[in-house]
């Protein structure tokens, strides 16, 4: 199998491909671990780039040492081209201060001979009257507070100013203290910028990955989510924001927002999320989860602002489970399901993966969505989830993409869980099928490795060498 070149890596990690060309790479990626592998490192170079300082100003001591040490190799090279010695006189430093020794010389001599016209005397005329400048009281500019931050170029309680560019590695996250009480929180290998921090208005540029905010209902200040094509105006509600380079996906938890495209504009309310791809905002499927608990009244202010963020915290929540497979998964080019003993069938003995059972336990028991927190890290896996639909043809190659995206992310508890439901479903009749198989498997061999598990992972590489 061929590979992705490093520029093609670059470009998609800076968003500069067509959709064709990051189709053609998504799916690419989708079936090869090594390139993956290249990506995460394209995509962690890429933050660590951003954080490195300004090259510093040459000292003017150094500078003109250098200055005079290249003019003199170019006299010498200049000098080595002659073969007499008249000749060496026309160097490059002997023709510029010649020139420039003419040149004064013509310019003096024409000022010399130039008549002295006289003065015309000034002509009193009277002050006119400048109304007074009334006073305009400066734009207060506001700062943001770092809640919390792993993986992420900012530092927790770090003061951020307008302008700020706050980065996540793959992993990461940060959550931040906007100055009017809103939180808003950045998702692994996300990039947002601090484009405007003003009492009346404040603006969130989104350069790529995902930014969920808590925002509470005010009427003298307007705040603005902007991400490509797309700007987002809060309402009041609790919503996210997620760059993509294929596409964008606003989802509404609670409340209302007002979406605005180069074609127009629309509001979305909660429950509700739209996609925007291809110069199209299409309705997407979202399902809210419950708000943050409230902090006790007796709280004080500042403690209870800290509180309320560190409610939100990643590393606060409990893994949520996945729910089991109950009914048999139907995807057939017929919409019939494969039966069991078919499910194999026209594959020599030595390709048939044993069943999932072999290596790890069945899934665990379901967990409502009132169960989980409005959390970064359930954000990411739904949008992950989400992400996956809008760019694969089918549910179950969705799913087994949203193992492999779940998998780069770093998220491998939750990978393993995505990877053992998809595999207890039944098998279909899908040309990708085995293509399919090879991949989620594959994902799990990656996963166990980093989780230290490699006995598991060695067993399941074994299966998958042999199957192929």
């Known amino acids: 199998m061929s590979h992705l070149s490093t520029e093609t890596l670059w470009s998609l990690a800076r968003a500069e491909l067509s959709a064709d060309e990051v189709k053609s790479a998504e799916l690419h990626l989708a079936d ?52 007499s010695w008249w000749q060496s006189l026309f160097t490059p430093r002997f023709v510029l201060a010649s020139a420039m020794a003419i040149a004064v010389v013509i310019t003096g001599a024409w000022l010399l001979a130039s008549p002295s016209a006289p003065q015309p005397t000034p002509i009193a005329q009277p002050t006119p009257a400048v109304p007074p400048t009334p006073d305009v009281a400066p734009v207060k500019k506001l700062s943001v507070t770092v809640a919390s931050a792993h993986k992420s170029s900012t530092a927790k309680k770090q003061v951020l100013t307008e302008g700020a560019k706050i980065a996540t590695q793959s992993g990461g996250s940060v959550w931040m203290q906007l100055p009017d009480g809103s939180r808003a929180g950045l998702t692994g290998s996300s990039e947002v910028t601090l484009a405007k921090l003003e009492s009346k208005e404040l603006t969130l540029d989104v350069a790529r990955g995902s930014l969920a905010l808590v925002v509470p209902h005010r009427e003298d200040r307007v705040l603005v989510v902007r991400a490509g094509d797309l700007e987002v105006k809060d309402l009041g509600t609790r919503f996210l924001v997620s760059r993509e380079p294929s596409h964008t996906v606003v989802a509404v938890e609670e409340g209302v927002v007002e979406v605005k495209t180069p074609k127009g504009s629309r509001q979305v309310k909660a429950g509700h999320a739209v996609s925007w791809r291809e110069g199209e905002l299409k309705d997407l499927a979202w399902e809210p989860t419950p708000p943050p608990p409230v902090q006790p009244a007796a709280v004080a ?72 927190a409005f959390s970064l890290r359930n954000i990411e896996r739904k949008l992950r989830e989400i992400g996956s639909t809008i760019t694969t043809p089918t549910g179950r190659e969705a799913r087994a993409r949203n193992v492999a995206l779940t998998a780069d992310a770093g998220d491998c508890e939750h990978a393993l869980r995505l990877a053992e439901a998809w595999l207890a479903e039944p098998i279909t ?29 060695d067993a399941i590489q074994r299966a998958v060498e042999t199957a192929h």
């Open 301 to 372: 202010p500042s403690t209870q602002e800290q509180s309320s963020v560190a409610k939100l915290e990643e590393e606060e929540e409990e893994e949520a489970p996945l729910p089991p497979v109950e009914q048999p998964v139907v995807e057939n080019a017929d919409q019939t399901p494969v039966p069991a003993d078919e499910q194999w069938a026209g594959l020599p003995e030595k390709k048939r993966l044993p069943p999932v059972s072999a290596f790890a336990p069945p899934p665990k028991s379901v967990t409502t969505a009132s169960d989980r």
């Open 429 to 457: 009749g899908l040309a990708t099928e085995q293509q399919m198989q090879r991949s989620v498997r594959l994902q799990q061999v990656r996963c166990l490795n980093r989780l230290g598990r490699t006995q598991e992972a």
């Open 32 to 83: 090869c671990p090594e390139c993956r592998v290249s990506f995460d490192d394209v995509k962690l170079a890429q933050s660590v780039l951003m954080d490195l300082p300004a090259v510093p100003a040459m000292p003017e001591a150094m500078a003109r040492r250098v200055g005079h040490q290249l003019a003199e190799a170019a006299d010498a090279r200049a000098a080595k081209q002659f073969t």
